[in-house]
């Protein structure tokens, strides 16, 4: 069974990133990827923001610039978050399938919709395609119609 203790990954991850890594290397990327996830998970949205601070090294990967975007969206920075979805949108899928369609198009809908911009929202969920998420909330926000 998968163990998911993610305040044990936390800790693991910021030990291995204590090393000097070379962000071209695939292993460094997703370590960095992790320890952003698991701030997330873990309540540690403010910590989150310190990863800005290798955003240059890093942001070719698409799965770091969408991280990115979650800790902005995680810390009420919706602008900002929106921008790097859109640059998800724009780049080449790499290792998470969704990172570079559905899952920005459906995180740039909710945040249309935290805006009260209910019809940049549809939109937005409309062209998440079949994301499950997406396809739930679109359904709701139609039947208030």
């Given at each position: 069974?998968l163990?998911?203790?993610m305040?044990?990954a ?7 990133l ?8 695939e292993?460094?990327?997703?370590m ?9 998970a873990?309540g540690?949205?403010?910590?989150a923001?310190s990863l ?9 990967t698409?799965e ?7 800790i ?17 949108l724009?780049?080449?899928p790499?290792?998470?399938?969704g990172?570079t369609t ?10 249309n ?10 939109e937005f969920?409309?062209?998440?395609g079949?994301?499950p998420?997406?396809?739930?909330r ?8």
């Open positions: 069974m163990c998911r203790d305040e044990a936390y800790e693991w991850f910021g030990k291995g204590a090393y000097d890594i070379d962000p071209k290397l292993y460094a990327q997703m960095v990827i992790g320890y952003g996830e698991c701030m997330l873990t540690r949205e403010q910590e923001l800005l601070s290798i955003y240059d090294d890093f942001s070719n698409p770091f610039v969408f991280l990115i975007g979650q902005y969206m995680n810390n009420n920075i919706y602008l900002k978050a929106y921008t790097e979805f859109l640059k998800c724009s780049m080449k790499n290792r998470t399938e990172v559905f899952f920005a198009y459906h995180n740039i809908a909710v945040i919709e935290a805006l009260g911009n209910r019809d940049m929202a549809i969920y409309k062209k998440a079949d994301y998420r997406s396809k739930e679109l359904k709701e926000l139609l039947s208030q119609s």
